[in-house]
């Protein structure tokens, strides 16, 4: 069979916004016949998520620096060598036609250890600019592959897109009753306390001003009882969960979204056109979830608000702009589609596929 003797080793770890677009690639290279291994942590979400037992996961023990302090910082370069051994050691042993490295901690010992082996390197970056770690590994990488596009005019960097679980979805279809209006609210994975906050606030006025027929559903996370002490005061069909299984039937569900700006979500609801009010995490690093979010407001695919001024007063007054309004809510789902990337994994495949038989 074509492929069957080919393998590569993925590395991800921490983050579903690592992990889950290199699962959604491990999977279409399983299909191809390619054998897939993984490098993850201990400790992290990685083990959970990954269930099929085709892809077989090792350990490093190594963990991101960022916020943690001076000692960790004096600590890094011992960690660094050592996890860089641990992932030489592995590779050695599973030999790799190719490497895919998808940003993250991780990635640093990982794509030093395939370097020095001299194993290719292909390096997926999700966001419109490079985190600490890809800005540095793409110099060592034989591809990189761009969630989103950049400006850099060199033959290894092709924007491929981000891969994701809904690219074969179809597109939402716009609720064209007036006043009647569902509201998904996305803080993501973890949920967001300004959104448990703010949400309800904005809620309440709003069925004061004007009779609406809304429904929410608000995934909450953590903080569920802030956003349940707030709805209690609103007569509104409200669905409080703290984790939203089924994504995509609440994104065909609602009309609007709230949701940060990381590149998974973005990449979600640009496959399914879904409007959307993006309030960027503000302290992400590099400020990455802005950036990413002002590319799909410069493209007048989203309303974007700074957290700073993320209030209940601007909040209804955007509501107020968008029920009723079909022809908004209509241009910013063609919009934001309209920068979709189609067939973004199978085209991330290929190119790994052509890179791996080029060996």
């Known amino acids: 069979m074509i492929n069957e003797n080919k393998k590569i080793v993925i590395f991800a770890a921490g983050?579903?916004?690592?992990?889950?677009?290199?699962?959604?690639?491990?999977?279409?290279?399983?299909?191809?016949?390619?054998?897939?291994?993984?490098?993850?942590?201990?400790?992290?979400?990685?083990?959970?998520?990954i269930t099929n037992p085709k892809i077989r996961i090792h350990h490093i023990s190594f963990s991101g620096i960022r916020g943690k302090g001076l000692i960790s910082y004096i600590k890094l370069p011992v960690k660094l060598f050592i996890a860089t051994i641990?992932?030489?050691?592995?590779?050695?042993?599973?030999?790799?036609?190719?490497?895919?490295?998808?940003?993250?901690?991780?990635?640093?010992?990982?794509?030093?250890?395939?370097?020095?082996?001299?194993?290719?390197?292909?390096?997926?970056?999700?966001?419109?600019?490079f985190g600490l770690t890809n800005n540095i590994l793409r110099f060592l990488s034989d591809i990189v592959i761009l969630?989103?596009?950049?400006?850099?005019?060199?033959?290894?960097?092709?924007?491929?897109?981000?891969?994701?679980?809904?690219?074969?979805?179809?597109v939402k279809k716009i609720n064209k009753i007036d006043k009647k209006f569902n509201i998904l609210i996305v803080g993501g994975s973890l949920g967001a306390k300004v959104f448990n906050e703010v949400v309800p606030q904005a809620m309440y006025s709003l069925s004061k001003i004007k009779h609406y027929d809304i429904s929410i559903i608000h995934q909450t996370g953590k903080t569920y009882k802030t956003a349940e002490i707030q709805?209690?005061?609103?007569?509104?069909?409200?669905?409080l969960r703290e984790y939203i299984d089924a994504m995509e039937k609440a994104y065909v569900w609602c009309d609007i979204i709230i949701?940060?700006?990381g590149a998974i979500t973005i990449t979600e609801i640009m496959n399914l056109g879904v409007p959307a009010v993006i309030i960027p995490y503000p302290y992400a690093v590099d400020d990455h979830q802005m950036k990413n979010s002002k590319y799909l407001e410069k493209n007048n695919a989203a309303i974007v608000i700074n957290q700073n001024n993320f209030s209940?007063?601007?909040?209804?007054?955007?509501?107020?702009?968008?029920?009723?309004?079909?022809?908004v809510r209509e241009s910013l789902s063609n919009n934001i589609r309209a920068l979709n990337k189609n067939d973004s994994t199978k085209n991330i495949c290929k190119e790994i596929i052509k890179k791996m038989s080029n060996n």
């Open 15 to 49: 983050t579903g916004g690592h992990v889950y677009p290199g699962l959604s690639i491990a999977n279409e290279l399983l299909s191809e016949n390619i054998s897939v291994s993984w490098i993850g942590t201990k400790n992290g979400i990685e083990n959970k998520i």
């Open 86 to 129: 641990q992932s030489i050691l592995i590779l050695r042993k599973i030999e790799p036609d190719a490497v895919l490295s998808m940003g993250g901690y991780i990635s640093f010992p990982c794509v030093l250890g395939s370097y020095i082996l001299q194993i290719p390197i292909i390096t997926h970056e999700q966001n419109i600019v």
């Open 147 to 170: 969630g989103f596009p950049m400006t850099i005019k060199n033959k290894k960097y092709k924007f491929l897109g981000n891969p994701s679980r809904y690219e074969k979805s179809s």
């Open 231 to 239: 709805y209690n005061k609103i007569d509104m069909n409200v669905d």
């Open 259 to 261: 949701c940060r700006g």
């Open 312 to 327: 209940s007063d601007y909040l209804v007054s955007i509501f107020e702009s968008l029920i009723g309004n079909t022809e």
